[in-house]
């Protein structure tokens, strides 16, 4: 079971945004700023999209935003476009001790462009 | 450009050990650390380690310790992480990222090992 918790997938229209959750706890996304977000097409190596909660990476669509409140984070694409679909991980540091690691992934997000 | 190129795909039987590789460019190695993460086939990323290129300095997942061994070679540039008695469960796709305090990137290709008897 993965310590941040993710929607299994979340789908919309092109041109629609959405928004994939990352809930924890104040052990991890809550107590830090040091939430990331990465894009994983199959059979391909994960893509950073935004890192410490808001900041987007040079080469990142500027369609790609992050957010968090309380112990949940938030990545929001907006304009939707086909090449959006795929999966979605969070990851933050964790302090938590019954935690396996001083990083933790949520379980993914697979995102459908309808 | 900044790259990670790792080896390639091994197939192990249950018991050996498996050393992978990273190969570093277009950045000063010791300036960021290196994280392996693993991903079981169609599973999601499972956060297996840190060390640091400039001190050695190592952070294993509880799980894997006394199986997990991570090294770098600053000479070459190059992250290598050794798993020990190899099981089944350990087939996955292993990655290798630069690492900058809390985020990671970029991702190596990813190296593919199989575990099968």
């Known amino acids: 079971q993965s310590a941040l918790t993710q929607p299994a997938s979340v789908s919309g229209s092109p041109g629609q945004s959405i928004t994939i959750s990352c809930t924890g706890t104040s052990s991890d996304v809550g107590g830090y700023n040091f939430v990331s977000w990465y894009q994983q097409h199959p059979g391909k190596a994960p893509k950073l999209m935004i890192y410490d909660v808001t900041n987007r990476p040079s080469g990142v669509s500027n369609r790609f935003s992050g957010s968090k409140s309380g112990n949940t984070a938030s990545l929001t694409i907006s304009g939707l476009q086909a090449e959006d679909e795929a999966h979605y991980y969070c990851t933050s540091y964790t302090s938590s001790s019954t935690v396996d690691g001083v990083f933790v992934f949520g379980a993914g997000t697979k995102v459908t462009v309808l | 450009q900044v790259q990670l190129v790792q080896s390639g795909a091994e197939v192990k039987k249950p018991g050996a050990s498996v050393k992978v590789s990273c190969k570093a460019s277009?950045?000063?190695?010791?300036?960021?650390?290196i994280i392996w993460v693993r991903q079981a086939p169609g599973q999601g990323l499972e956060w297996m380690g840190w060390?640091?290129?400039?001190?050695?300095?190592?952070n294993f997942a509880q799980k894997l310790q006394g199986r997990v061994t991570m090294t770098t070679d600053t000479s070459t540039n190059t992250a290598y992480m050794e798993l020990k008695s190899l099981r089944s469960d350990d087939t996955a796709v292993y990655y290798c990222?630069?690492?900058?305090?809390?985020?990671?990137?970029?991702w190596g290709q990813g190296t593919l090992v199989t575990v099968s008897s």
């Open positions: 277009g950045y000063t190695f010791t300036n960021y650390g």
């Open positions: 060390i640091s290129t400039y001190t050695g300095n190592t």
């Open positions: 990222a630069r690492a900058s305090s809390a985020w990671f990137d970029p």
